[in-house]
């Protein structure tokens, strides 16, 4: 795992249903539970009303821009880790639209926040200090084990997809999808390479090696010339 874009300068302000009142469709809690990720970067106060809303974020109030800088619907693939507070982070590989917004953002508001929020509640935040162009994008706290798996389903993790990638001689993570159906590609191809490295586990777990076939003794003897010498 490479080293994390942004520089963490705070934690978790609360788990994900503590800021804000969420509606059950969007509960951590439910059966299936849904995963809104929106990623928020701060606006000023003389900005017009209309494009900005507030939230206090450790005792102090920061504005932050109506329109989120990307969403959920840009992610492509993720990897998870357990967080010190109990929860999971995650590591985002954003698709090309989010890569550029990330790009911009971090670019041009150096010194600037990006707040993240998990199903409309504040999870965590960063500092920007230096430009992120690879599209890695690091939530590090705040999601439940519930969200992880409902993120499973929709998502490939990011080693899965390399390893695909790598297999049919597509770097997607450099090209990076865009299109709703690159994206299930994308995902088709890791969900599909998962499964064979499970099934290749179970079999050397029970004493089955898959050997590759034995080429035969000799030189290879034209058909024309075997059919002479019956």
């Known amino acids: 795992m490479r080293r994390p874009p942004l520089r963490i300068v705070a934690s978790l302000f609360a788990l994900i249903l503590a800021s804000m009142s969420v509606t059950s469709c969007t509960s951590p809690f439910d059966k299936d539970p849904k995963v809104l990720i929106t990623v928020f970067s701060e606006g000023s106060s003389m900005d017009s009303p209309k494009t900005i809303f507030r939230r206090n974020i450790e005792g102090k109030e920061v504005v932050l821009k109506v ?3 990307f969403t959920h619907k840009s992610i492509v693939a993720f990897h998870s880790f357990p967080a010190e507070d109990g929860t999971y982070g995650v590591t985002l590989k954003l698709d090309f639209k989010g ?29 920007i200090d230096e430009v992120v162009a690879d599209g890695l994008f690091t939530i590090w706290r705040g999601l439940p084990e519930e969200l992880i798996a409902s993120m499973d389903k929709e998502y490939p993790r990011i080693q899965a997809l390399k390893k695909a990638n790598a297999e049919s001689s597509s770097d997607m993570l450099d090209m990076v999808p865009s299109t709703g159906k690159e994206k299930k590609s994308a995902r088709d191809r890791a969900k599909k390479a998962e499964k064979e490295e499970e099934a290749a586990a179970k079999r050397k777990a029970k004493g089955e090696v ?9 030189a290879a003897v034209p058909l024309s010339e075997a059919l ?3």
């Open 67 to 69: 329109i989120p800088e």
């Open 99 to 127: 890569t550029n917004a990330l790009e911009i953002v971090t670019r041009l508001q150096q010194g600037g926040m990006l707040v993240s929020m998990v199903n409309a509640a504040v999870v965590d935040y960063v500092t």
């Open 210 to 218: 898959d050997f590759p076939p034995e080429l035969p003794a000799g």
């Open 228 to 230: 002479k010498n019956p």
